[in-house]
């Protein structure tokens, strides 16, 4: 029930700070409170939740660990309906560059915490941030169509076949109906 969650929710958000203990315990965290906030709308305080949420992001992760950055991006893919246009565009921005830049696992250097902090996109993290862009419908149009050239480009020179998460995200940043507002 959404009433339930949402309680969890508030809860984990008053022991926010908890999260700094270590990385274990941040990555965790973010992760069950995204489980219990997602998809970010729906219950009526879930924009006041949303603010405190966006301050997440200003602040950025504790730890920049490999775990906790993955949780990061799997977090913001599960809030992605409740994030207002300006922040799914902020995030946006400050990962373009490492995902234009060559291919995956590469080291693509990008800010990807919040805080214009810089970080290293690995190749799992890579796959979250592509998971998390798909599903930021209030993205400008133009927008997702650079993005999915962009993806379309990095899957066309990987040998092999494509990993099917990153062939749904390339279908939902095709998507002409939106799953949400």
Not at 40 to 65: I, T
Request: charged share 25%.
């Amino acid at each position: 029930p959404t009433q339930l969650i949402r309680k969890l929710a508030d809860t984990f958000l008053e022991v926010a700070d908890g999260r700094k203990r270590s990385f274990q315990h941040e990555a965790f965290w973010f992760n069950l409170l995204g489980f219990c906030l997602r998809p970010g709308y729906g219950d009526p305080g879930d924009e006041l939740r949303m603010k405190q949420v966006w301050g997440l992001y200003l602040e950025g992760m504790s730890f920049s660990r490999p775990q906790v950055r993955t949780e990061w991006w799997i977090f913001w893919r599960r809030v992605a309906g409740g994030l207002k246009a300006g922040h799914q565009l902020q995030i946006y921005e400050q990962v373009r560059a490492a995902l234009q830049e060559g291919s995956s696992g590469s080291g693509k250097k990008s800010k990807s915490r919040g805080k214009g902090s810089t970080t290293y996109l690995s190749a799992a993290e890579e796959l979250e941030v592509w998971l998390a862009l798909a599903n930021f419908e209030r993205l400008p149009a133009n927008i997702k169509v650079s993005l999915g050239r962009t993806l379309l480009h990095k899957l066309r020179k990987e040998k092999g076949n494509p990993d099917p998460k990153e062939l749904w995200a390339l279908s939902r940043l095709g998507a002409r109906t939106a799953m949400y507002g």
